[in-house]
């Protein structure tokens, strides 16, 4: 490969969990979260010239998203945090230099998958998951995307090009020509022909509606938290100016989902919200069962459904093993990718199988995230950015993503809902990014180099890092 003097090298690898509480249950599928760690990954980088650089990552280690399972909960999340010192001990080892999209890429292509066996043979592990191995890998990416950026004192996104990396996408689309003539579109193209180059500092913004969240006063039990904080739906609307609702659903319950969908649409109409989504938990396997719902929904209540932006993810994870043809729900709304997208060769399967678009995430990792959005862009799908509660500094490169994918419709942003006192201390240097406000999230507090996090400015008494050797 060729080589750049802006090349980078990593030197060193630090590891923390920040234990965080949530003040009001999140579901997923048939698991309900009230509690995360969070990991959080210090890298320092040398460059050709012998000069240091220092940048975070930080992702929460949601195992009810990233492992469904019906193996205790417990066993998963000792299991994934041990991961993560595993991980970290890989990263460190691994000796690779260039640029941070080429050192992530090689890692997750050629280092992960051994390193995920090894780990599952050693623990006798049920087979971790490749999307929960994604999610403690982000850590790491992101710190070395960070690291660079700050290294050469430049904000990371503007190093997406030919004067930073030694290749262009036509190399990490390698094997895409054996069955679509689109690395046409790569061969001399970088990402930061994908990206907006000009982002904006305001972001249209998501407020997820859980399953178990009350919508109106007269919902709520008693058992709700008096923090201060908005309980039900119709006061975080009031308080956040909120225009974009994504509707979690069961998807094994067609008339609940149904009722679910029509109560929330109506409460939009009267507040006057303008874009709907609709999150059927992954636990779908027919393309009827949303097809009746939608269709319904047109018939009986054409507004609401006309608010309907798209449909995230009906259908099972595994992609592979479950290749349904979706065509028939793209066709009524378009369709976007979530817990499937581990990368962009899933991607283009789903695009195979009738998927319309992707929602992109970088607790996957930076790299990959930054992958799957130019391979879907080159491919006429549309994008989202979704989020994953994500409180503390995992929120920023979340935020930076969607700013610069030119998504249709701003970024999702929920840490604020599920644990908004997890995040007081960045809060104090990046209110706009933690607060939501009349409808958006305001970035233009971030910094110059890296992701912007500006993290000497943020109070945040940290624990000792964990021992991984």
């Known amino acids: 490969m060729q080589s750049k003097i802006t090349d980078i090298s990593i030197k060193d690898v630090s590891l923390y969990f920040l234990p965080v509480q949530t003040r009001v249950p999140l579901k997923f599928g048939n698991e309900t979260l009230d509690h995360v760690t969070c990991a959080r990954a210090r890298i320092t980088v040398e460059d050709r010239l012998g000069n240091l650089g220092v940048g975070w990552g930080e992702t929460p280690l949601s195992v009810q998203w990233v492992w469904p399972s019906q193996t205790a909960y417990k066993v998963r999340d000792d299991a994934l945090v041990q991961f993560c010192k595993y991980l970290a001990k890989a990263v460190l080892d691994f000796e690779y230099s260039g640029h941070p999209l080429e050192i992530g890429h090689e890692f997750i292509e050629q280092q992960l998958p051994h390193i995920r066996q090894k780990f599952n043979a ?78 904006p500092k305001k972001l249209p913004v998501w407020h997820l509606v859980g399953g178990l969240d009350p919508l109106v006063e007269s919902d709520r039990t008693g058992v709700e938290p008096t923090d201060g904080y908005p309980v039900d739906l119709v006061d975080w609307i009031a308080r956040d100016g909120l225009q974009c609702l994504k509707i979690k659903l069961r998807g094994n319950d067609s008339d609940w989902d149904y009722e679910r969908l029509v109560r929330i649409g109506e409460i939009s109409l009267k507040q006057d919200v303008h874009s709907l989504t609709a999150d059927f938990n992954c636990t779908v396997n027919d393309p009827q069962y949303v097809n009746e719902i939608l269709d319904r929904l047109a018939t009986e209540h054409g507004e609401v459904y006309r608010r309907l932006l798209y449909v995230e993810q009906p259908f099972p994870y595994d992609l592979e093993t479950h290749r349904i043809d979706v065509t ?17 060769r899933y991607v283009r399967l789903g695009k195979s199988l009738g998927w319309s678009g992707v929602a992109l995430k970088t607790c996957k990792t930076q790299t990959g995230a930054l992958l799957s959005l ?11 950015v979704q989020d994953l509660t994500n409180p503390m500094l995992a929120q920023i490169p979340h935020v930076r993503l969607a700013a610069h994918a030119g998504t249709i419709m701003g970024v999702e942003s929920n840490g604020m809902q599920f644990y908004p006192e997890a995040s007081l201390p960045e809060q104090s240097v990046h209110p706009g990014i933690y607060q939501r406000r009349e409808g958006v999230l305001d970035l233009s507090t971030l910094g110059e180099s890296g992701f912007g996090y500006r993290v000497n400015e943020i109070e945040r008494v940290l624990p000792e890092p964990v021992e991984f050797s």
Request: aromatic content about 14%; charged content about 25%; glycine content about 4%.
């Open 374 to 384: 130019c391979w879907a862009k080159e491919n006429g799908m549309p994008l989202m």
């Open 122 to 199: 050693e623990l006798q592990l049920v087979d971790l998951p490749h999307l929960a191995a994604l999610v403690a890998t982000s850590v790491f990416d992101q710190a070395i995307h960070d690291a660079y950026g700050n290294l050469h004192e430049i904000d990371i996104y503007k190093t997406y090009d030919s004067e930073f990396m030694n290749r262009d996408l036509e190399w990490f689309f390698e094997g895409e020509s054996e069955y679509e003539d689109s690395t046409i579109g790569f061969k001399g193209r970088y990402p930061n022909d994908y990206l907006i180059a000009d982002s």
């Open 328 to 344: 028939s729900v793209s066709h009524r709304k378009p369709l976007f990718l979530d817990e499937s997208a581990h990368d962009w």
